[in-house]
């Protein structure tokens, strides 16, 4: 019975998580004259691509597409997981492996810098994207979602290798490798399931954020899909069928992203907490 009260409860939280996003697709599908309907239907009865169509061909603004404000974001995203997952293990095996002044002042800063609220770095950010002449510019955006990914990412993969026996490092070394070599063929391969967790965050950081996006992108074109996303409101109505057509299309990278590394992503969180 109790068994049974477990999963009940369990199924009761995931279709409660689940629902937000079967109405969204399901809102997608819909004509608008269902969407506006009086009495709204939990499942499409006339299903229909139309709103699809609609944001996947037409311009959101002249000469822009859906689909650059996708591939600016795929780029911003892609290019912060790969730079936070190189620099967060390097940092990461210096603070696990050798024994340095302020090293423990390092690891509580690390902790206190993701206390501060984003929305208070807002100007101080934006005047230094400035004075580097990187206003307006992707690169601007991607340093930015590197600095807030990297505390958590070098605080997750410290666990893990400290979790590595430094024994193996010395094996290898015995065996003529090199310190590049034993860092490549034996600590990275160890680890890679705490970069698989911490690309999540880092990915999602970079692909939700809106609040950066819209203060240091000045050119429309340049306009990540968050950004793109508030064209869908209007002053006076809302295109429903299209925002949530949109917000579908905005949540499958993630979706896709996350299927892909659920299993060492599952692996990491519980490897990661062994030791550190």
Request: hydrophobic letters at 55%; aromatic letters at 12%.
């Amino acid at each position: 019975m109790k068994k049974i009260a477990l999963n009940g409860a369990g199924l009761l939280v995931a279709l409660f998580a689940a629902f937000p996003v079967y109405w969204m697709v399901a809102t997608s599908l819909k004509p608008n004259r269902e969407i506006f309907s009086s009495t709204p239907r939990p499942v499409p009865a006339e299903p229909t691509l139309e709103h699809y169509r609609e944001i996947l061909t037409g311009n959101l603004i002249p000469g822009v597409t859906f689909v650059d404000f996708f591939l600016n974001s795929v780029l911003v995203a892609v290019a912060t997981v790969l730079l936070s997952g190189l620099v967060a293990l390097l940092a990461a095996t210096a603070v696990a492996r050798f024994r340095f002044k302020l090293r423990t002042s390092f690891l509580i800063l690390l902790l206190v810098v993701q206390m501060i609220p984003l929305e208070a770095l807002v100007i101080p950010l934006f005047l230094m994207i400035q004075r580097l002449g990187l206003y307006n510019t992707l690169p601007s955006l991607i340093l930015t979602y590197l600095g807030f990914s990297l505390p958590f990412a070098v605080w997750m993969l410290r666990g893990f290798v400290a979790a590595v026996p430094k024994e193996l490092e010395e094996a290898a070394a015995i065996d003529g490798a090199s310190r590049a070599q034993t860092f490549r063929k034996v600590l990275f391969p160890l680890v890679a399931p705490g970069l698989v967790a911490t690309s999540i965050f880092s990915f999602i950081t970079a692909w939700n954020e809106l609040i950066f996006a819209l203060t240091f992108i000045n050119d429309q074109e340049k306009y990540t899909l968050p950004v793109a996303m508030t064209f869908f409101f209007g002053r006076d109505d809302t295109a429903w069928g299209s925002v949530m057509a949109a917000s579908t299309l905005f949540t499958l990278p993630v979706i896709v992203f996350f299927l892909l590394v659920q299993r060492r992503m599952v692996s990491g969180l519980v490897a990661g907490a062994v030791k550190g």
